[in-house]
């Protein structure tokens, strides 16, 4: 194998990956559903009143973050070069 890489390591870490990715679709899923919940209520008491700092803080976190880190991940390394 390429720089010392069996085939085991390989496929455990193609594993690793898979379920990351796994994980994180469902966590996606979550936050959706959430929203999908929430928003009526949102809407109504946060959307409706008068512009504040809470009201900007809330919009930045609800609407802007999630986009922001997903659109920009940080590399998470682990012990082989191999785990991205």
């Known amino acids: 194998m390429t720089a010392g890489v069996s085939v085991a390591e390989l496929i455990k870490i193609m594993n690793n990956l898979f379920i990351?990715?796994?994980c994180s679709a469902v966590a996606i899923t979550?936050?959706?559903y959430d929203w999908i919940?929430?928003?009526?209520?949102e809407y109504a008491t946060i959307y409706q009143s008068r512009w504040s700092?809470?009201?900007l803080l809330l919009l930045?976190?609800?609407l802007l973050f999630?986009?922001?880190s997903y659109a920009h991940p940080?590399?998470?390394?682990?012990s082989s070069p191999l785990l991205l």
């Open 20 to 22: 990351g990715r796994m």
């Open 30 to 32: 979550l936050v959706m």
């Open 37 to 41: 919940l929430v928003f009526p209520r």
């Open 53 to 55: 700092l809470p009201k």
């Open 60 to 62: 930045y976190v609800r």
């Open 66 to 68: 999630p986009h922001l």
């Open 74 to 78: 940080k590399p998470r390394y682990g």
